[in-house]
Nanobody, 124 residues
Framework: QVQLVESGGGLVQAGGSLRLSCAAS????????MGWFRQKPGKEREFVAR????????YYADSVKGRSTISRDNAKNTAYLQMTSLKPEDTAVYYC?????????????????WGQGTQVTVSS
């Protein structure tokens, strides 16, 4: 079992930045690929970014590419999502998730553990 707790969300003006954190506990953090997803009201949860166990495989959704950076610190059992140039359409609940799926995947069903989410609201 892995427990994930997100933090760092909040209200920010368009053009601003936020850094989300995902603190993990339980089993070895370095055993898991980590993903960030978001869910907008009335919409399905969507993929945002993913980083491999050792940090050498990184992928972004087109909607955040160039504006977001995913990273991890295995010594601190924490993953991060740095978001810049935020837009109102980035408003959503952001979730981190852990996966043992061996290759890159955007499918939520391939992620084994999820945090409770953190709200990001971007005002225009």
């Amino acid at each position: 079992q892995v427990q994930l707790v997100e933090s760092g969300g909040g209200l920010v003006q368009a053009g601003g930045s936020l850094r989300l954190s995902c603190a993990a506990s339980g089993r070895t953090f370095g055993d898991y690929n980590m993903g960030w997803f978001r869910q907008k009201p009335g919409k399905e949860r969507e993929f945002v970014a993913r980083i491999s166990r050792l940090g050498n495989g990184i992928y972004y959704a087109d909607s955040v590419k160039g504006r977001s950076t995913i990273s991890r610190d295995n010594a601190k059992n924490t993953a991060y999502l740095q978001m810049t140039s935020l837009k109102p359409e980035d408003t959503a609940v952001y979730y981190c998730a852990a996966s043992v799926f061996p290759s890159f995947t955007t499918r939520t069903s391939n992620y084994d553990y999820w945090g409770q989410g953190t709200q990001v609201t971007v005002s225009s």
